[in-house]
């Protein structure tokens, strides 16, 4: 039981670039979410999802897309990068919707933007 | 925008003592959790209380929910050097459409 799965673990683009994080999860959990974690900031949430089909935009979202088109993979792509997108970004999902339920991480992706 | 707010931001303390963190949030909420965060890796899950609880223990965690002040607080008891990690609340609010909000994190040292 692999739990949620984020790939990769280290990522340098320079500007302007465009990528997709991965984030597999083998729970069966409908609700899926991305955070990114600037220091001193907290966690921030960028997108989620409720169910396969079904994404919503959370706090930051400009920048970022995504789609869920089965329950296990929730990736996230980033249309052109910039250097503010240097960050951690972590994947995170759950049994039930929103803040009913805990969530599982996985061990992020740290990616700098040059 | 953030819901939860951690306090202090960071704490330093010996092994064996014990140690106390707060959360202070602004709108009524269904349930707060409490995540753990080492170095480097991703949050995991300490505590959930839910808003009609005031109090949950968890081997050498309890943790503390006061509504009428919208506060909670996390007690770890007779630390360890294992214990250094960062510390988040989260917050589910009982209106809008908001996933969690998460606090912005204490730092925790225990000193060998």
């Known amino acids: 039981n692999a739990g949620v799965t984020q790939t990769p673990k280290f990522q340098v683009l320079k500007t302007g670039q465009s990528m997709t994080l991965q984030c597999a999860q083998d729970m069966n959990h409908e609700y899926m979410s991305w955070y990114r974690q600037d220091p001193g900031m907290g966690l921030r949430l960028i997108h989620y999802?409720?169910?396969?089909?079904?994404?919503d935009q959370g706090e930051v979202p400009n920048g970022y897309n995504v789609s869920r088109s089965t329950t296990e993979d929730f990736p996230l792509r980033l249309l052109s990068a910039a250097p503010s997108q240097t960050s951690v970004y972590f994947c995170a999902s759950s049994y039930a919707r929103r803040g009913q339920s805990p969530l599982h991480f996985g061990n992020g992706t740290r990616l700098t933007v040059t | 925008s953030q819901q939860g707010e951690e306090d202090p931001q960071a704490l330093s303390i010996q092994e064996g003592e014990n140690a106390t963190m707060n959360c202070s949030y602004k709108t009524s909420i269904n349930n707060l959790q409490w995540y753990r965060q080492n170095s480097g890796r991703g949050l995991v899950h300490l505590i959930l209380?839910?808003?009609?609880?005031r109090e949950k223990h968890s081997g050498r965690l309890r943790v503390t929910l006061d509504t009428s002040k919208k506060s909670s607080s996390l007690l770890i008891t007779a630390s360890r050097a294992a214990d250094t990690a960062s510390y988040f609340c989260a917050t589910d609010a009982r209106s809008g459409n908001t996933p969690l909000v998460f606090g912005k994190g204490t730092r925790l040292s225990v000193i060998a």
């Open positions: 999802s409720v169910g396969a089909g079904i994404t």
């Open positions: 209380i839910r808003s009609n609880e």
